[in-house]
């Protein structure tokens, strides 16, 4: 794997391709100032063709002086190929069906046809003044032989990346190396690869990707996108990290803020057990966990939450050991015994269970006195 790999995030055109997503002009400015503030170095972020709204947004983008490399999309036609050309954006993403089932069954066309179209749109691209990635659309089902065959038509025509897309999330891990590593071994320009999460496979597919020789890697906040979303920025860039000791130059403590940024924009909620960003994930229930996590947190931590910006938390619920209950009470004033402690979480596993809620302070504290009262014991006011 590269030392560097490339984050070329993709929530404001993949991410906002999510079936009923729409974001306005300004969330759209506060999610790229948001991504460059953390050091994405990559965004791509819109489709110019789609009409002069969303044309102007691009362009205020491309004014701000991010410090981003920005990359609009277009199909490999005049109109697409004109419209990025008022962007004024850094890159330019022509794609083009390379499967069969898509160009015969969607263009009607042939393989030559792809083959001369990439030619002849890469050449006047350049004659407009833009750095080109072609994107391979449904390369993860086009035949090895012919895909091949286009990324040297992409190379020999002077683009200066190629655009890998699972696009309906087929791959697993073990046959996206294999199509990687073939890419690499024929050509020596960047290879992006641009993964689905219809199977649940979208970042180990990524990760998979960039050991094979992959230089850059779409993402999207959330791991929002079309169907079931692409691969998760903070998902690729923490895995980079701790599996692999590969830095992708980003402040993932920012990941937090940006999560929720385009929570409220998408209006797609996130789930609370998703990884790195999910309100749950760093929060512990069962006794022996919470009793090895205060006694060191690397007991149970494959990282620290820190490094994104949050911090462990205990609750207490059906799973909970005397342990947590001590704790949880000593941070309320309170020193319990053993067996007080073993009384009041019966106590509390009943009131997990009946309301499928973790007790709060309030209740804690009427737990600790009805526990007093029935043991006819003079407690000192809470």
Known sequence: ????????????????????VAFTADEKIAIACALAKAGVPEMEIGIPVMGPAELEVIQTIATLGLGSQLMVWGRMCDRDLQAAAACNADLV??????????????????????????????????????????????????DTEFLLRVVETVQAAGARRFRFADTLGLLDPFSTWTRIKRLREISDIEIEIHAHNDLGLATANTLAALRAGATHANTTVNGLGERAGNAALEEVVM???????????????????????????????VASNKSIVGDAV????????????????RNYQGFDPAEVGREHRTILG????????????????????????????????????????????????????????????TVMPL
């Open 239 to 269: 895995a980079l990290r701790h599996l692999y000791g590969v830095e992708a130059a980003i402040d993932t403590r920012r990941f937090p803020a940006i999560s929720r940024m385009v929570e409220l924009a998408s209006g797609r909620r």
């Open 93 to 142: 993403n022509l794609s083009i069906p390379v499967s069969d089932v898509h160009i015969e069954h969607k263009l009607g066309r042939s393989r030559e046809w792809v083959i001369q179209t990439i030619r002849d749109y890469v050449g006047r691209a350049f004659d407009l003044g833009l750095d080109v990635c072609v994107g391979g659309e449904d390369a993860s089902r086009a």
């Open 318 to 377: 059906k799973h909970s050991g005397s342990r947590a209950v001590i704790d949880a009470y000593a941070r309320l004033g309170l020193l319990l015994s053993d067996p007080e402690a073993e009384l009041l979480l019966a106590r509390i596993r009943d009131h997990a269970v009946a309301t499928k809620n973790p007790p709060t302070a309030t209740d804690l504290k009427r737990f600790y006195l009805e526990s007093a009262d029935c043991a006819g014991s």
């Open 1 to 20: 794997m590269h030392n560097m790999v490339t984050i070329n995030d993709t929530t404001l055109r993949d991410g906002e391709q999510t079936a009923g």
């Open 282 to 297: 760093f929060t512990h229930e069962a006794g022996i966990h919470v009793d090895g996590l205060l006694k060191n947190p």
